[in-house]
């Protein structure tokens, strides 16, 4: 499904969705570990994270909503899934446009700041 963008309206659009539902780190923490094991249960992925059944189920949802995460059902338990289409939408759109060869200066540049003292 491709995204839209609207400068207006009352809707939030596709992109919006993705940026609120990675804003979270809860919600990015359970990205990482379905991207690194893919197929948990709610029960698996709420081991470890420091936040109730509850919590995971709404950051799950929010997570569906954006397309992030794809859930199927297996007999009495969902399977949660990690779907990179979204964020890979997110680096055609506005991450790719830029050169390689600059990023890499910056970037290594920012390291050679930052490792300087005071």
């Known amino acids: 499904m491709p995204f839209t ?3 207006q309206g009352a809707h939030v659009n596709e992109i ?3 940026f609120k539902a ?3 780190p809860g919600r990015r923490e359970l990205v990482d570990r379905l991207h690194a094991r893919n197929g948990q249960t709610l029960t698996e ?3 470890g994270m420091g936040m109730s059944r509850q919590a995971v189920t709404q ?3 929010l997570l569906e909503e954006a397309n992030l995460i ?3 059902r297996q ?3 969902k399977l949660h899934y990690f779907n990179p289409l979204p964020i890979h939408e997110i680096y055609q759109r506005w991450i790719r446009k830029f050169e390689p060869p600059r990023l890499e200066a910056l970037s290594a540049l920012k390291e050679k700041l930052e490792r300087k003292e005071p």
């Open 5 to 7: 963008y609207r400068s």
């Open 16 to 18: 919006d969705k993705v």
């Open 22 to 24: 990675l804003a979270d």
């Open 45 to 47: 992925l709420c081991a």
């Open 59 to 61: 950051h799950l949802g």
């Open 70 to 72: 794809s859930v199927q």
């Open 75 to 77: 007999g009495r338990e």
